[in-house]
C-alpha cells in the first residue's frame, strides 16, 4: 500500500501522495535534528570523529602514495596549532593572519619552534578525518603542503568554539624542518600557507558531504529512496490512474515526485556534511 501501485490504492502508493512525502520528510529532518541534539547539545550541532592521531595517519597515508617519508608528529607544533586555533576564536576570525596582523609563523616561534620550512592548513566543520582529508588533497595549495617534500614535522590542533555566532570546530595543520643552526626568533626561512577561500569543485564537495555522515542520515537517505521507489512506481502505473487524474497535471505526478526528491536527497547529503577549507 505504501511502495507498490496497485488497484487496492488506486495505483497511488500512499508514500508517493502529499502526505506520505510530508510525513516522511519531517520523519527524516526530525531525526536528524534529534540525533544532533542528543550527540552535541544542538539541533544544528553535528559530531565529530576527527582525531589529531587520525590526521596523522591520513597524511602520512597521503605522502606514502606519493612517495613522500611520513611525518612525525612533533608536540610543539601541536602546541603551536593549538594557540593559532585559540586565536582564531579569541579574536573572531577565520584566515592564516589575525586582524591586527599577526601572520602564522608567530605561533611557531611562540613555542620555540625554529625552521627552515613551514607551512600551514586550516579546515572547520567537518566531521571526519576522511572528509577533511579528501578536501585538502583535492586543493592545489593544501596538497602542496601535505606533500612537500622538505617538511619532516606536523602538529594539529581541533577545538570547538563560537565563531561569529555559530558554534564552530576548527582544525589547525602545522608544518616544518627544523632550522639546521637554530636562532632564535630567527625563523623566517620559508612559509607557505594554503588559501581559507579555495574553491572545491562541486564532485569533491558531494564526495567530502557523503565522508561527513553520519548513520541517522544514512537512514533519512534510505527512506528519501524508499520514496523515489514510490513515486517513480507511480509513474509507472500513470496509465491505470482514473480517468478523472488522468486529465490534469496529476497523470506526471510521479515523474515530478520522484525528480523532487532526487534532488531532495542530493541537497541533505550537502545540508548534513561537508565543510570549509
Known amino acids: 500500500m505504501a511502495v507498490i501501485p496497485h488497484a487496492k490504492n488506486n495505483y497511488r502508493p500512499h508514500l508517493a501522495r502529499s502526505y506520505g512525502l510530508v510525513a516522511m520528510l519531517f520523519i527524516v529532518i526530525g531525526l536528524q535534528f534529534g540525533y544532533n541534539a542528543a550527540t552535541t547539545g544542538n539541533v ?20 606514502s602514495q ?3 617519508s611520513p611525518l612525525t608528529l612533533n608536540d610543539k607544533l601541536n602546541q603551536a596549532a593549538y594557540l593559532k586555533a585559540q586565536n582564531m576564536f579569541v579574536k573572531q576570525y577565520w584566515a592564516h593572519n589575525s586582524p591586527d596582523g599577526t601572520q602564522p609563523w608567530k605561533w611557531f616561534g ?38 612537500r617534500n622538505g617538511y619532516q614535522d606536523v602538529g594539529f590542533a581541533i577545538m570547538d568554539g563560537d ?28 612559509f607557505t600557507e594554503a588559501s581559507t577561500s579555495g574553491q572545491i569543485n562541486p564532485l569533491t564537495q558531494f564526495a567530502v558531504a557523503i565522508q561527513s ?3 541517522v542520515t544514512y537512514i533519512g537517505l534510505a527512506m ?4 523515489f521507489i514510490a513515486a517513480a512506481f ?3 502505473y500513470r496509465h491505470k490512474l482514473p480517468k478523472s487524474l488522468r486529465k490534469t497535471w496529476y497523470r506526471h505526478h ?3 515526485k520522484s525528480i523532487g526528491l532526487a534532488a531532495f536527497g542530493v541537497l541533505f547529503v550537502f545540508l548534513c556534511g561537508g565543510g570549509q577549507i
Open 44 to 63: 544544528l550541532g553535528r559530531e565529530s570523529s576527527v582525531t589529531i592521531s587520525s590526521l596523522l595517519d591520513g597524511t602520512n597515508k597521503a605522502r
Open 66 to 68: 606519493a612517495g613522500e
Open 110 to 147: 611562540s613555542v620555540g619552534y625554529d625552521y627552515d620550512e613551514a607551512g600551514e592548513n586550516l579546515a572547520k566543520n567537518f566531521t571526519s578525518t576522511d572528509a577533511v582529508m579528501t578536501a585538502w588533497l583535492n586543493s592545489p595549495e593544501h596538497r602542496a603542503n601535505i606533500l
Open 163 to 190: 565563531l561569529n555566532g555559530k558554534p564552530t570546530s576548527i582544525i589547525v595543520a602545522l608544518y616544518g624542518r627544523p632550522a639546521e643552526s637554530a636562532v632564535a626568533g630567527a625563523s623566517t626561512t620559508s
Open 213 to 215: 555522515i553520519n548513520v
Open 224 to 227: 528519501i529512496g524508499m520514496a
Open 234 to 236: 507511480a509513474h509507472r
Open 254 to 256: 510521479g515523474l515530478y
